[in-house]
T-cell receptor
Framework: QKEVEQDPGPLSVPEGAIVSLNCTYS??????FMWYRQYSRKGPELLMYTYSSGNKEDGRFTAQVDKSSKYISLFIRDSQPSDSATYLC?????????FGTGTSLTVIP | SQTIHQWPATLVQPVGSPLSLECTVEGTSNPNLYWYRQAAGRGLQLLFYSVGIGQISSEVPQNLSASRPQDRQFILSSKKLLLSDSGFYLCAWSLGPNTEAFFGQGTRLTVV
């Protein structure tokens, strides 16, 4: 069993839709939770991070962590074509990072 | 503010040739440094990480090596490239345990 599971998609939505991206994990030692956005042929860009259960909002993006269920989510409101990218969830325990395989998102104008 | 530089962006090398990819971080001291390889549909594979000068941890036995000659410099090397070394290589840094990682723009290596 992988330590981090992420549905690879692809996910295709119309512009303006609400997007929900999810990851599950198995290691209760994970303390820090991150979401990255990666455009084609570019390095991952940190979108959001949190270390506690609950919601964290930044503009159109909301990160949600449920440690009891070992489940994290990223919600994108009013999705835009520029949101089309691959989204990676990530978690850390100590100095190590554990990444999901990424979900490919396309927002159709 | 902190920045990370990784170069070159693309590289085409013949089989059997040496490799040197360089990564430097500016604006911070004693960062943790990482080399990852990313394959399509397989996520990020950790190759090496370093918590200080001269301290290198290898995660995957392979044809590659890493060095950290200076606090904010991380180098990925190979003496003889294999076809299977082709891929997208990413350097990253973090401030320490349980903090976020920041990535460079990556190097797309094609071994021919």
């Amino acid at each position: 069993q992988k330590e981090v599971e992420q549905d690879p998609g692809p996910l295709s939505v119309p512009e303006g839709a609400i997007v929900s991206l999810n990851c599950t994990y198995s290691n209760s030692a994970f303390q820090y939770f991150m979401w990255y956005r990666q455009y084609s042929r570019k390095g991952p860009e940190l979108l959001m991070y949190t270390y506690s259960s609950g919601n964290k909002e930044d503009g159109r993006f909301t990160a949600q962590v449920d440690k009891s269920s070992k489940y994290i989510s990223l919600f994108i409101r009013d999705s835009q074509p520029s949101d089309s990218a691959t989204y990676l969830c990530a978690m850390s325990a100590g100095n190590q990072f554990y990444f999901g395989t990424g979900t490919s998102l396309t927002v159709i104008p | 503010s902190q920045t990370i530089h990784q170069w070159p962006a693309t590289l085409v090398q013949p089989v059997g040739s040496p490799l040197s990819l360089e990564c430097t971080v500016e604006g911070t001291s004693n960062p943790n440094l990482y080399w990852y390889r990313q394959a399509a549909g397989r996520g990020l594979q950790l190759l090496f990480y370093s918590v200080g000068i001269g301290q290198i941890s290898s995660e995957v036995p392979q044809n590659l090596s890493a060095s950290r000659p200076q606090d904010r410099q991380f180098i990925l090397s190979s003496k003889k490239l294999l076809l299977s070394d082709s891929g997208f290589y990413l350097c990253a840094w973090s401030l320490g345990p349980n903090t976020e990682a920041f990535f460079g723009q990556g190097t797309r290596l094609t071994v021919v």
